[in-house]
């Protein structure tokens, strides 16, 4: 079990990295005492029917680094209710022993509607060891440009780690996972390069000088907020 643990605890490492190695695209849209909430969407060519099939198949898309057994081939789905998202840990053969196989159950499926909606409960990564409890809806629905993929997760309960800190984390792990899967399905609403720097860098300027007349005149830096990104319910009506 020695490098069963060792996994575990680079897991956990690699999670908490994450807050600082992801781009800024996902967003933590709401967080209080031991919740948050992060949201973060795609739009990608393939249709509803690739998408879902994609999604259903994590061990084509999800990321190694953020398995247990270090291998995403190990993910598995059954998209039914109270079906598992899961992962198998190969045994390791030691010198006088046979290994015997382990698994993981990161969540429990608990709305599978084929082309609309996967939700799922269930503390990801180190969240697994906290009595907290956690609920990732993801939303699919037509746009003109393809399919629109939306990743939401609700997280609340009593963890043993500072709420900021831990939803940074988990936000860019999340954003993470759902750029494999656009990646694999041929994204389109990457953001596109500046096409004149200079006038951006014009308009950037202006903007901290009128900052500068406003309330940031105490000397505090004005902090423009990021737009709201689309919620599930959004993305296709209510779901019950």
């Given at each position: 079990m020695?490098?069963?643990?060792?996994?575990?605890?680079?897991?956990?490492?690699?999670?908490?990295?994450?807050?600082?190695?992801?781009p800024?695209?996902?967003?933590?849209?709401?967080?209080?005492?031991?919740?948050f909430?992060?949201?973060?969407?795609?739009?990608?060519?393939?249709?509803?029917?690739t998408?879902?099939?994609?999604?259903?198949?994590?061990g084509e898309?999800?990321?190694?680094?953020?398995?247990?057994?270090?291998?995403?081939?190990?993910?598995?789905?059954?998209?039914?209710?109270?079906?598992?998202?899961?992962?198998?840990i190969?045994?390791?053969d030691?010198d006088?022993?046979?290994?015997?196989?382990?698994?993981?159950?990161?969540?429990?499926v608990?709305?599978?509607?084929?082309d609309?909606?996967?939700?799922m409960?269930?503390?990801?990564?180190p969240?697994q060891?906290?009595?907290v409890?956690?609920?990732?809806?993801?939303?699919?629905?037509?746009?003109?440009?393809?399919?629109?993929?939306?990743?939401?997760?609700?997280v609340?309960?009593?963890?043993r780690?500072?709420?900021p800190?831990?939803?940074?984390?988990?936000?860019?792990?999340?954003?993470?996972?759902l750029?494999?899967?656009?990646?694999?399905?041929?994204?389109v609403?990457?953001?596109?390069?500046?096409?004149?720097?200079?006038?951006?860098?014009a308009?950037?300027?202006?903007?901290?000088?009128?900052?500068?007349?406003?309330?940031a005149?105490?000397g505090?830096?004005?902090?423009e907020e990021?737009?709201e990104?689309?919620?599930?319910d959004e993305a296709?009506?209510?779901?019950?």
């Amino acid at each position: 079990m020695k490098g069963y643990s060792m996994k575990k605890f680079a897991f956990g490492a690699s999670l908490a990295a994450a807050a600082f190695a992801m781009p800024v695209q996902a967003e933590v849209v709401s967080q209080g005492n031991g919740a948050f909430v992060t949201r973060d969407s795609a739009v990608v060519e393939a249709d509803v029917r690739t998408a879902w099939l994609k999604l259903i198949a994590p061990g084509e898309w999800w990321d190694s680094a953020h398995t247990w057994s270090g291998e995403s081939e190990n993910m598995m789905l059954t998209p039914q209710g109270g079906g598992c998202f899961c992962e198998r840990i190969p045994g390791e053969d030691g010198d006088k022993r046979i290994g015997l196989d382990g698994s993981v159950q990161h969540m429990v499926v608990l709305n599978a509607a084929p082309d609309r909606v996967l939700r799922m409960r269930g503390g990801l990564g180190p969240l697994q060891s906290e009595p907290v409890d956690g609920v990732l809806t993801i939303a699919l629905s037509e746009t003109d440009e393809g399919t629109l993929i939306v990743f939401e997760y609700v997280v609340g309960g009593f963890m043993r780690f500072e709420t900021p800190v831990i939803a940074k984390a988990v936000d860019g792990v999340m954003t993470q996972q759902l750029d494999n899967l656009a990646e694999t399905l041929g994204r389109v609403d990457a953001p596109a390069p500046d096409e004149d720097p200079a006038e951006d860098e014009a308009s950037e300027e202006s903007d901290a000088g009128d900052a500068s007349d406003g309330d940031a005149s105490d000397g505090e830096t004005a902090v423009e907020e990021a737009p709201e990104r689309i919620s599930v319910d959004e993305a296709f009506g209510e779901i019950e």
